[in-house]
């Protein structure tokens, strides 16, 4: 049965789900998640980064990104640290967690482009923009 929708927010967090359900379990043998993965793989391009500009750049809540941190912290693959305001907490990703991630990166590879030989090139590239676009209507539309 196919879904439908009335609510833009319910269609887009629908179709989030259903495509993070394939990532997650593409890198199922590595246990990791697309969050976690998706979490060193920006740590790791980024180099040292805040822990609230990473929960910016990828909106989620500043709090929700600490629970997520934790994880890969007590793996090993993140370091946290305390920045020069002694409230601001630094992430650094560690030898062992740039290891998994080049390990996860094929895994990440081939789903990544099964989607788009599925849905196709063209429109996997109109998405993309279209969710950039997405997330800015959403944020001019949250209240202050």
Known sequence: MEP???CSCAAVRCAARAVTRAYD??????????T???ILNKVDKE??????DLAERMVIDRTTMARN???LERDGWITVSVGADRRERLLTITPTGKEVLERARPLWRAV???????YGADRVDALRSS?????RVARDITPA
């Not at 990544?112 to 599925?118: A, G, K, L, N, Y």
């Open 112 to 118: 990544s482009q099964r989607f788009e030989q599925t």
């Open 131 to 135: 969710m950039v676009e997405v997330v």
């Open 25 to 34: 379990e593409a890198l199922r043998p590595m246990q990791l998640r697309l």
């Open 69 to 71: 941190v934790k994880p």
């Open 47 to 52: 180099g040292q980064l805040a822990l609230s």
């Open 36 to 38: 976690q993965f998706s």
């Open 4 to 6: 439908m929708f009335e």
